[in-house]
């Protein structure tokens, strides 16, 4: 049963009201559409339904013409992000150094799956196929930190610094690799 009080109604217009600057610094043609939602889930943090629905409502597109565009580019995302993203990699030289069980020290300390992201939004944990330090094997990144030569016995502790802080962590391990 929906709610007759307008609460609902003015809490999504708040939610929405974010969207209506973003749409003042574009024009209403639909070769705004990507730009829209760079800037929406820049706003978001992902791109939830009904801000899918009123940007298509806004530019005059179906729905389904805007789902299409969001699942086509991996760059956008349908649900909430972590704080962190954290990318292991699977590539092969990281697999024969011991890859796979670091990924599942990961999962196990997190309790999600690759392609999952935990409860309180901290960590969203992916698989990438080589990032380019293959030197440093087995290798992942923490948004835009790479940390090389891990163990599933010292991955939980690089995870835990992130957990507190929202900076960079120092790994020792992969700093002695670069110098
Ligand atoms: S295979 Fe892992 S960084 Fe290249």
């Known amino acids: 049963m929906s709610c007759?009080?307008?609460n609902a109604q003015e809490s999504s217009a708040r939610y929405l009201a974010p969207l209506q600057s973003i749409f003042s610094s574009y024009s209403d043609e639909?070769?705004?559409?990507?730009?829209?939602?760079?800037?929406?889930?820049?706003?978001?943090?992902?791109?939830?339904?009904d801000v899918l629905k009123a940007i298509a409502?806004?530019?005059g597109l179906s729905l389904g013409k805007v789902y299409g565009v969001v699942t086509f580019?991996?760059?956008?995302?349908?649900?909430?992000?972590?704080r962190n993203v954290i990318r292991v990699c699977t590539g092969t030289a990281c697999h024969v150094r011991g890859g796979a069980e670091v990924?599942?020290?990961?999962?196990?300390?997190?309790?999600?799956?690759?392609?999952?992201?935990?409860?309180?939004l901290e960590f969203t944990l992916e698989t990438v196929a080589c990032i380019g330090?293959?030197?440093?094997?087995?290798?992942m990144m923490v948004n835009d930190d790479t940390h090389g030569r891990l163990t599933p016995e010292?991955?939980?502790?690089?995870?835990?610094?992130?957990r507190s802080h929202s900076g960079a962590v120092s790994n020792p391990a992969a700093q002695g690799a670069r110098h």
Request: hydrophobic letters at 35%; aromatic letters at 8%; a negative charge.
């Open 103 to 120: 990924l599942k020290a990961i999962e196990k300390k997190l309790g999600i799956t690759a392609g999952g992201t935990t409860t309180d």
């Open 30 to 49: 639909e070769s705004s559409l990507i730009p829209i939602l760079q800037d929406a889930q820049d706003q978001y943090g992902y791109l939830p339904q």
């Open 133 to 139: 330090a293959c030197g440093l094997a087995p290798v």
């Open 57 to 59: 409502a806004h530019l």
């Open 4 to 6: 007759a009080c307008g």
């Open 73 to 82: 580019y991996s760059q956008f995302h349908l649900k909430p992000r972590g």
């Open 154 to 162: 010292t991955v939980g502790m690089v995870l835990d610094a992130y």
